[in-house]
């Protein structure tokens, strides 16, 4: 049975604007609350702050970026958040773009394969208790966490093309996609999870969780179409080399390198479930076809045009209909 979660559609400045996320995954069948990397508030703060203000729910990281923090302190907030949370985490992790790496760090990664490989690896031994050493080659340090009883933290990946899924088959608990069309999971990165899974002997395969972007075409309600909140929910990921390489292999003409263009693909590949309540239910339930173990309802471009009570009200209305209530 495939689980449904909510992604945080905002970047919060206060901590107020994220409560009213909490507790619908508090209130609802929603299983866990994600965030992205964000650059103002910084996502592992907002999720202790939240159980702070007595909002206790899962979480996730979907996904934060290797360049701003070493894999110790990587590992130690990922705990320390379910220490305060008191539930489960999912600590997503990517290289994020070779721009970013080249600001952060002062060059791109040569091997992102490599540095990630080694990444996952350390903080999946600091979270286990393990003293870790490693001795490169972009990481040298040996450490172990402070041992304390905490909720698990299951590592995650993030994962767009064939590469980074089979080492996550390898080496990762949790595949973390965003904007993947589903049959591109289920033609493509699935097949690549099971061929590293079975590379690495493992006999249990990494679940799937999918970040899906949606919104509702509701009367009385301008500028819902599918095309345009997909957007303004995900511009900046239709103009990336990364995502329009792996747009382009699940289908997507990209070559005009326009927007809307590229937004039209998206929608026609449903990477992006819009319409009416009934058609997001179908193109959800693709990603359930697909294979898929958990999907994110990614509601930013909702919560851009039409505030927090209209994304509540989406998010809502698309969980009855997909999921069971508590």
């Not at 866990?32 to 702050?49: D, I, K, S, Y």
């Not at 997507?252 to 809307?260: H, M, T």
Request: glycine fraction near 12%.
């Amino acid at each position: 049975m495939t689980d449904y979660s909510v992604l945080l559609p905002c970047v919060p400045r206060r901590l107020e604007q994220a409560l009213p996320f909490a507790g619908l995954v508090q209130w609802t069948g929603a299983t866990r609350l994600w965030q992205g990397q964000a650059m103002v508030m910084e996502p592992h703060q907002t999720f202790t702050g939240l159980a702070g203000a007595g909002f206790r729910v899962p979480t996730g990281f979907g996904v934060t970026l290797m360049p701003l923090r070493h894999p110790y302190e990587a590992a130690l907030q990922a705990r320390s958040v379910a220490l305060a949370t008191g539930e489960s985490v999912i600590a997503g992790f990517g290289p994020g773009a070779a721009a970013f790496q080249a600001n952060i760090l002062g060059a791109p990664y040569a091997k992102p394969l490599q540095v990630a490989r080694q990444y996952v690896t350390a903080v999946r031994g600091l979270l286990d208790g393990e003293t870790v050493e490693m001795d490169g080659p972009h990481y040298t340090f040996r450490g172990q966490l402070a041992p304390a009883v905490a909720p698990r933290v299951d590592v995650g990946l993030g994962v767009l093309r064939p590469g980074m899924a089979r080492l996550a088959g390898e080496v990762a608990d949790v595949v973390i996609t965003w904007l993947t069309p589903p049959a591109y999971l289920r033609e493509v990165i699935l097949p690549a999870v099971e061929e590293g899974a079975a590379r690495a002997g493992r006999t249990t395969l990494p679940r799937i969780v999918a970040m899906v972007p949606t919104g509702l075409q509701k009367d009385g309600r301008e500028g819902d179409v599918p095309e345009r909140l997909a957007v303004i929910g995900n511009a900046p990921h239709m103009q990336a080399p990364h995502y329009l390489d792996m747009l382009g292999r699940a289908g997507v003409d990209v070559r005009s390198g326009k927007l809307e263009d590229v937004a039209r693909g998206v929608v026609e590949t449903g990477a992006f479930a819009g319409g009416d309540l009934p058609q997001v239910v179908k193109a959800l339930k693709a990603f359930e076809e697909a294979g898929v173990d958990e999907i994110v309802l990614n509601s930013t471009a909702v919560h851009k045009l039409f505030g927090t009570q209209e994304t509540l009200s989406d998010l809502s209305t698309i969980l009855k209909a997909v999921v069971a209530p508590h």
